[in-house]
């Protein structure tokens, strides 16, 4: 049976718990649908080893400031999961788990959304997926010729799962040399780490703080937003640490991938049991496929967080073309805020 609501968000991650935190707030009628059978979003699927590249004060979601997180100056992973879990139940998100939404359709002056647990009939639909769930990998030739394995960020969680083994970690981005970094310090692993150009390290005293505001200043519209946008990595300890043994010294792109490793352009090989590919992702939008609006590059035209030829739609968290810095903790907020008082206003008059 089809239920009835004014809003439903698809994505119970970061972006999806700001965006109930508003619609709260607006005394909207809402549902928050999320494929993940546990709270936390992406954050809960991130390696052993990551940490944020701000303070818990600077990485906070509306309403609610992030606590520090004992002896570390930048929370781990496992310390935004359960910020994330504790945000949805002190402000008691209506979140349905293990929920996967299919499609987005329109239905006369509503739109219909349609998940594996039931049907929903909405005023309005904030999508929220992110773009963990779409991992990019490059084609690069002799791809398929590789007999090792072939990785990507989302698959990687720490250096004992790769103990005596020759691995490449390909991406200049933070990603990247987080993973470069988090190998090669081990001791274990031998690293080699590739980048399509020389590496660019900001200042040791740069982070997440003045990263958020450089964003919020340089909105990049086709980008893929918040931090990554920037292009540079940040040197966050194990990346400095790395960097300063002399243990992260990138090489540029191979060739080509062979059998048992990669050609570099002089014809000289290096032999690998494992590639990642730390390339970066796309945003996850195939439940969105039957309202057809993608356009160039495979994003939806967007004015703020509504989508530009579907009102009722509105993106939000993946990146500066869905609202500066949106892809942030601390950056989602606004959007957020902004997305639910139009859905208001769209509610009002319907």
């Given amino acids: 049976m089809t239920q009835h609501t004014d809003v439903v968000v698809v994505g119970g991650g970061q972006a999806g718990l700001a965006a109930g935190y508003h619609l709260r707030r607006q005394r909207l009628d809402f549902l928050i649908l999320d494929a993940d059978a546990a709270p936390g979003g992406s954050w809960q699927h991130m390696w052993d080893s990551l940490h944020l590249f701000s303070p818990a004060e ?16 930048y929370p781990g992973a496992e310390h935004v999961v359960g910020y994330l879990a504790d945000y949805e139940k002190r402000y008691d998100l209506p979140v349905q788990r293990g929920t996967r939404v299919d ?6 002056d509503r739109l219909l959304v349609e ?24 084609a690069v030739p002799g791809r398929s010729l590789f007999t090792g394995r072939q990785l990507h960020t989302v698959n990687y969680r720490s250096p004992a799962d790769f103990a005596g083994q020759r691995v490449i970690v390909v991406g200049g981005g933070n990603s990247g040399a987080q993973i470069a970094a988090d190998l090669a310090l081990d001791g274990s692993v031998e690293v080699t780490w590739v980048t399509q150009r020389p ?13 958020f505001d450089v964003a919020t200043a340089r909105r990049r519209a086709l980008d893929t937003g918040g931090v990554a946008s920037l292009g540079d990595i940040v040197a966050v300890p194990p990346v400095r640490a790395a960097r300063d043994a002399g243990l992260l010294t990138a090489k540029p792109m ?9 050609r570099w352009a002089d014809g000289s090989r290096t032999g690998a049991d494992a590639v990642f590919w730390c390339t970066g992702f796309r945003p996850a939008l195939s439940h969105l496929a039957p309202l057809r609006l993608r356009g160039v590059r495979g994003r939806i035209a967007t004015e703020g967080t509504r989508a530009v030829d579907e009102p009722r739609l509105h993106l939000l968290g993946y990146g500066d073309w869905t609202g500066p810095a949106s892809a942030t903790l601390i950056g989602v ?7 639910a008082r139009e859905i208001a206003a769209l509610c009002a008059h319907n």
Avoid at 60 to 73: D, N
Avoid at 103 to 108: E, G, L, Q
Avoid at 333 to 339: E, I, L, V, Y
């Fill in 254 to 262: 191979f060739s080509q991938l062979t059998a048992d490793g990669v």
């Fill in 115 to 138: 998940a594996d647990s039931g049907s929903w009939r909405a005023r309005a639909v904030i999508s929220a997926t992110g773009t963990w769930s779409r991992p990019f990998l490059p």
């Fill in 103 to 108: 499609a987005v359709r329109r239905d006369a």
């Fill in 199 to 211: 590496p660019r390290f900001l200042p040791d005293d740069i982070d997440g703080r003045a990263l």
């Fill in 58 to 73: 600077h990485s906070s979601l509306p309403g609610r400031l992030m606590p520090t997180q004992a002896g570390e100056t």
């Fill in 333 to 339: 907020g606004r959007p957020a805020r902004d997305a």
